[in-house]
Structures are given as structure tokens and as C-alpha cells.
């Protein structure tokens, strides 16, 4: 019986929240009536409108009735209606949310300047309306007020400081868009998929782009950014196919977002006026054409995959400040050629810089602690690599395909190599340890190559030492000498070469005097 009584309260249940889920049709204010074509409302000495009832395309709204000032128009007014052209008077102040929403016939939209706020949704997917002119006096655009409609132009007044989220998305006929002056930062998803806006200049008094502000605007090929920026977030850019240069005015601070300008395929240069910023992963990522990042002060940080396939990317300026480098944040940049980490720079993470075919040099801080595996693979043309003490450790492959190198020197603080850090390093004929050996089982290294390391050093053994030929050194401070094949001649031969000109200088001043005399 109690398991029957509970099963039938589990179907009401279920009923009355399904009821729940059912649009439920707006109740009509006790004070409502109908004035002609409108059923109004009078709040507070004014009127609502709060639906339009007539069957005209062409409609004026009345600035009274009944003997009251007309002062909003109400939620869903108008929704789904076949109206063509709406006249509003003067004096009205609020379009709330809806109010317009579906009216896929309206061509038009002339808001007065009494006009403080457009409410969310107001003129969705008015997909014939082309034109609106909006007036000093807005203060308020909400949450896709004009989201997929059929705007062609738009032109922002200056009096407007609160603009929400997706304003204009997926407004596929939009063009050119003027932004005010007052705004202070671009929201999410303002323009995204507006695939025929073809330029865009942000006000001074904008300071940060949200994200996907610009996602998908295909046909965007500029973008001025005409103050300081302190945040590019997320995905802001992402897809601008045809965008060629961004070019912010002022300064830049804070962080660029992960994926903000992936896929810009076109984009050859990004600069800022001053500042340092950081990148969060993604953030230039498969940037084709992405020749140079000018910033004055420098790049601060670098995310994952940060550079991705910035094919062209030819220089980079790595700033004091930066901790680390993500994983495969250059991958590919096929045409960098020269990298200097700054002091402070702890790790360098796995495939960092790999396929850098053009790379040619590299130095490395004592601050660095370890080196991610793969780091420097496929760099073809690699020849010098400067590392200074205080790197702990390097993983395996972190050199592997380096055909150019030649010789390397490895700090005394090494204590952990990786398994084929110099596997495909063909051109390698030495590698000098300045430390102990460090723990490793395969170099990798052709057979040719000799290991140097220095007397007093513990873990080489003699003659080889894992496969390779080693030769001892004296230590320095010792008269030590560089390894064979360094083209600069040995100290004491360069001492000597220099004694011997002295001396044959004096001779030859000597000799001149004595004829004199």
C-alpha cells in the first residue's frame, strides 16, 4: 500500500514539474486595457506598451495615452510580428527585452534620443534591418540586443558606457561599426562571426578585448587599437583569416589569452607602442604569416604552443620576467634564427623549439634548471649553443636532428642527461663535460666523436666512456687548453705570438737608433 501511495506521489510530482517546464502565457496586469492597435499598461503615471495587436506593417507609436506619456515599450511588444517600419516618439525611455525579437520584416529602426537603455534580446534575429540609428542619450545596450539581425552599419553614441555581452553576433551583413568613446572594454562575443566587418578602431578609453570579441570576422584586415591594453582575453581574434596587423597605440600589460589570434593566417605583425605582456598558450598559434612581435618590453611569458607554426616568425624578444617556455611554443617557426633567454628563465618545456630549421644560435641562462626533451629537434642549422652553469638537467632528444653542430660544452652543474640528446647530430665531433659525468646511457652522438672532460672529473672512464673516445684535460686555472677544432689558437701560443712581435719590434727600434747615431 505505501509503495502504491508512493508511486502515484512520484507521477504528480512528475506532472507538475513538467507543467513547470510549459511557457506559460504572461498575465495581463490588472490595470491593462486596449487603446486602438495597443494593449497598454499605466505604472507610475506612465504607459507600457505591452503588446501591439493591429495588423499594420507600418505602425507609429503615440508619444500619449490616455493622457500619459508613452515611456517604455514592453517585453515581447512586438515580438514575431510582420510590422515593416515602427515610428517611436520622443520621450520614450526604455525598449525592454524582446520587444522587437523575430520581426524578420522590419527594414528599419530610428531610436530617439529620450532613449536610455535597449534592453537583452530587443531586436534579435531581425534579419531585414539593415539600418538603426541610435542616439546620444543611450547609456544601455543589453545582452544581444541586436544578435543576428540584418545590420549593415552601425554607429555607437558616445553617451553609451555599459554594453553588454554579444551585442552584434552573427550579424553576417555588418560592415563597419563605429565604437564610443566612453567604453572601456570590447565584451564577449561582441562581433563574433560578423564575417563582412572589414576594419574596426578601438577607442582610447577601451582597455581590455573579452573573448571571442572578433571570433570569425573573416573579412577583418585591421584592427588600431588607439589606447593601452591590459587584457586580450580568449579566442578575442581567433579565425580572422584576412586580419594583416594589429597595431595597439599605447601601451600593453597583462596577458594575451590562449588562442586569442590563432588562425589569423594573414597577420604579419603585431606590435604595441610600450610595455611587456605575456602569452597564454595558443596564443599566435598556426599565425602563417606572423613575421614579428614588437613589443618594447619584451615577452614575458610563453604558453604552450604559443607560436605554433608561426612559420615566418624571424625574431623574438624574450624579456627579464619570463619563468618558463611551454611546450612546442615555437614549433615550427621555421624562419627564427637566433634565440637569447633572459636570466631567470627556469625550464624551456618538451619540443619548445623543435623544427626551428633557420635557428642558428641559442643562449641559455644560469637560471635555468632543466631542459624539456626534444627541445631543439629538426634545428638543422644549429651551430652554436651557449649554455651557462646552473642547468641541472637535459632530456632526451633535446638536440636530437641538430645536424649542423659541432661542438658543445656542458656545464659542471649537469647532472642528469637524457637518453639520445645527440642522435642525428652528424656534423658532432666534440662535447666537452666541464663537470662530473652525469647520469646517462645513450648520447646518441655519431662514433667519431670525442668526449672531453677535465682532470679531476669523476664517472669518465679511459679510453671510452660510453662508446666514445675520451680525452682528458687539464683543469682550469691548470693550462687548460679548448678542445681540438676551436679555430682561435691556444693561450700560450697566442702569448707567445705576441712576445715574439714585441721582441722583434724592440729590435728593429734598437736598430734604427744605433744607425742614427
Same mark, same amino acid.
Given at each position: 500500500?505505501?509503495? %502504491?501511495?508512493?508511486?502515484? @506521489?512520484?507521477?504528480?510530482?512528475?506532472?507538475?514539474?513538467?507543467?513547470?517546464?510549459?511557457?506559460?502565457?504572461?498575465?495581463?496586469?490588472?490595470?491593462?486595457?486596449?487603446?486602438?492597435?495597443?494593449?497598454?499598461?499605466?505604472?507610475?503615471?506612465?504607459?507600457?506598451?505591452?503588446?501591439?495587436?493591429?495588423?499594420?506593417?507600418?505602425?507609429?507609436?503615440?508619444?500619449?495615452?490616455?493622457?500619459?506619456?508613452?515611456?517604455?515599450?514592453?517585453?515581447?511588444?512586438?515580438?514575431?510580428?510582420?510590422?515593416?517600419?515602427?515610428?517611436?516618439?520622443?520621450?520614450?525611455?526604455?525598449?525592454?527585452?524582446?520587444?522587437?525579437?523575430?520581426?524578420?520584416?522590419?527594414?528599419?529602426?530610428?531610436?530617439?534620443?529620450?532613449?536610455?537603455?535597449?534592453?537583452?534580446?530587443?531586436?534579435?534575429?531581425?534579419?531585414?534591418?539593415?539600418?538603426?540609428?541610435?542616439?546620444?542619450?543611450?547609456?544601455?545596450?543589453?545582452?544581444?540586443?541586436?544578435?543576428?539581425?540584418?545590420?549593415?552599419?552601425?554607429?555607437?553614441?558616445?553617451?553609451?558606457?555599459?554594453?553588454?555581452?554579444?551585442?552584434?553576433?552573427?550579424?553576417?551583413?555588418?560592415?563597419?561599426?563605429?565604437?564610443?568613446?566612453?567604453?572601456?572594454?570590447?565584451?564577449?562575443?561582441?562581433?563574433?562571426?560578423?564575417?563582412?566587418?572589414?576594419?574596426?578602431?578601438?577607442?582610447?578609453?577601451?582597455?581590455?578585448?573579452?573573448?571571442?570579441?572578433?571570433?570569425?570576422?573573416?573579412?577583418?584586415?585591421?584592427?588600431?587599437?588607439?589606447?593601452?591594453?591590459?587584457?586580450?582575453?580568449?579566442?578575442?581574434?581567433?579565425?580572422?583569416?584576412?586580419?594583416?596587423?594589429?597595431?595597439?597605440?599605447?601601451?600593453?600589460?597583462?596577458?594575451?589569452?590562449?588562442?586569442?589570434?590563432?588562425?589569423?593566417?594573414?597577420?604579419?605583425?603585431?606590435?604595441?607602442?610600450?610595455?611587456?605582456?605575456?602569452?597564454?598558450?595558443?596564443?599566435?598559434?598556426?599565425?602563417?604569416?606572423?613575421?614579428?612581435?614588437?613589443?618594447?618590453?619584451?615577452?614575458?611569458?610563453?604558453?604552450?604552443?604559443?607560436?605554433?607554426?608561426?612559420?615566418?616568425?624571424?625574431?623574438?624578444?624574450?624579456?627579464?620576467?619570463?619563468?618558463?617556455?611551454?611546450?612546442?611554443?615555437?614549433?615550427?617557426?621555421?624562419?627564427?634564427?637566433?634565440?637569447?633567454?633572459?636570466?631567470?628563465?627556469?625550464?624551456?618545456?618538451?619540443?619548445?623549439?623543435?623544427?626551428?630549421?633557420?635557428?642558428?644560435?641559442?643562449?641559455?641562462?644560469?637560471?635555468?634548471?632543466?631542459?624539456?626533451?626534444?627541445?631543439?629537434?629538426?634545428?638543422?642549422?644549429?651551430?652554436?649553443?651557449?649554455?651557462?652553469?646552473?642547468?641541472?638537467?637535459?632530456?632526451?632528444?633535446?638536440?636530437?636532428?641538430?645536424?649542423?653542430?659541432?661542438?658543445?660544452?656542458?656545464?659542471?652543474?649537469?647532472?642528469?642527461?637524457?637518453?639520445?640528446?645527440?642522435?642525428?647530430?652528424?656534423?658532432?665531433?666534440?662535447?666537452?663535460?666541464?663537470?662530473?659525468?652525469?647520469?646517462?646511457?645513450?648520447?646518441?652522438?655519431?662514433?667519431?666523436?670525442?668526449?672531453?672532460?677535465?682532470?679531476?672529473?669523476?664517472?669518465?672512464?679511459?679510453?671510452?666512456? %660510453?662508446?666514445?673516445?675520451?680525452?682528458?684535460?687539464?683543469?682550469?686555472?691548470?693550462?687548460?687548453?679548448?678542445?681540438?677544432?676551436?679555430?682561435?689558437?691556444?693561450?700560450?701560443?697566442?702569448?707567445?705570438?705576441?712576445? @715574439?712581435?714585441?721582441?722583434?719590434?724592440?729590435?728593429?727600434?734598437?736598430?734604427?737608433?744605433?744607425?742614427?747615431?
Amino acid at each position: 500500500m505505501r509503495l %502504491k501511495h508512493a508511486r502515484n @506521489l512520484t507521477l504528480a510530482l512528475s506532472f507538475v514539474l513538467l507543467l513547470s517546464l510549459l511557457p506559460a502565457e504572461p498575465a495581463l496586469a490588472s490595470n491593462s486595457q486596449v487603446v486602438g492597435d495597443f494593449l497598454v499598461e499605466e505604472k507610475d503615471g506612465v504607459i507600457v506598451i505591452l503588446e501591439y495587436q493591429g495588423t499594420d506593417d507600418v505602425v507609429t507609436v503615440p508619444a500619449e495615452l490616455l493622457s500619459l506619456p508613452v515611456k517604455v515599450i514592453g517585453s515581447g511588444s512586438f515580438q514575431d510580428s510582420s510590422v515593416v517600419s515602427v515610428t517611436l516618439p520622443e520621450g520614450l525611455e526604455t525598449i525592454e527585452d524582446w520587444a522587437f525579437a523575430g520581426c524578420s520584416e522590419l527594414t528599419g529602426m530610428d531610436v530617439p534620443s529620450s532613449v536610455t537603455l535597449i534592453d537583452w534580446y530587443a531586436f534579435l534575429e531581425c534579419s531585414k534591418l539593415a539600418t538603426v540609428t541610435l542616439r546620444e542619450g543611450l547609456v544601455t545596450i543589453g545582452m544581444s540586443a541586436f544578435e543576428d539581425s540584418g545590420l549593415t552599419t552601425v554607429s555607437i553614441p558616445n553617451s553609451v558606457t555599459d554594453m553588454e555581452r554579444t551585442v552584434f553576433q552573427y550579424c553576417g551583413e555588418l560592415v563597419s561599426a563605429t565604437l564610443p568613446t566612453g567604453l572601456t572594454q570590447i565584451p564577449t562575443s561582441t562581433f563574433e562571426d560578423c564575417v563582412k566587418l572589414a576594419s574596426i578602431e578601438i577607442p582610447v578609453s577601451v582597455t581590455a578585448i573579452d573573448a571571442g570579441a572578433f571570433r570569425g570576422c573573416t573579412a577583418l584586415e585591421e584592427v588600431s587599437i588607439l589606447g593601452s591594453m591590459s587584457r586580450i582575453d580568449q579566442y578575442a581574434f581567433q579565425g580572422c583569416t584576412a586580419l594583416e596587423e594589429v597595431s595597439i597605440l599605447g601601451s600593453i600589460s597583462g596577458t594575451i589569452y590562449k588562442h586569442a589570434f590563432e588562425g589569423c593566417s594573414s597577420l604579419t605583425s603585431f606590435n604595441a607602442g610600450g610595455g611587456s605582456v605575456s602569452l597564454d598558450e595558443n596564443a599566435f598559434k598556426n599565425c602563417a604569416q606572423l613575421q614579428s612581435v614588437d613589443v618594447p618590453g619584451g615577452i614575458v611569458g610563453v604558453g604552450k604552443q604559443a607560436f605554433y607554426g608561426c612559420n615566418l616568425l624571424e625574431s623574438v624578444h624574450l624579456s627579464t620576467g619570463l619563468t618558463g617556455i611551454g611546450m612546442e611554443a615555437f614549433f615550427r617557426c621555421y624562419a627564427l634564427e637566433e634565440v637569447i633567454v633572459p636570466e631567470g628563465t627556469l625550464t624551456i618545456g618538451g619540443s619548445a623549439f623543435a623544427y626551428c630549421s633557420g635557428l642558428e644560435s641559442v643562449e641559455l641562462p644560469g637560471s635555468m634548471t632543466t631542459l624539456g626533451n626534444s627541445a631543439f629537434y629538426g634545428c638543422s642549422l644549429l651551430t652554436s649553443v651557449e649554455i651557462r652553469e646552473g642547468l641541472e638537467g637535459i632530456a632526451g632528444s633535446a638536440f636530437d636532428g641538430c645536424s649542423s653542430l659541432e661542438t658543445i660544452e656542458l656545464p659542471r652543474s649537469l647532472s642528469d642527461l637524457g637518453n639520445g640528446v645527440f642522435v642525428d647530430c652528424d656534423s658532432l665531433v666534440s662535447i666537452l663535460f666541464k663537470g662530473d659525468a652525469p647520469s646517462v646511457s645513450m648520447l646518441g652522438a655519431p662514433p667519431e666523436t670525442i668526449v672531453y672532460f677535465y682532470d679531476g672529473a669523476s664517472g669518465f672512464t679511459e679510453p671510452t666512456w %660510453k662508446g666514445y673516445q675520451t680525452q682528458r684535460l687539464a683543469a682550469p686555472g691548470d693550462g687548460a687548453g679548448d678542445p681540438p677544432g676551436d679555430d682561435q689558437p691556444e693561450g700560450d701560443s697566442l702569448l707567445g705570438i705576441i712576445g @715574439l712581435v714585441a721582441v722583434l719590434a724592440l729590435a728593429g727600434a734598437a736598430y734604427m737608433f744605433m744607425r742614427r747615431g
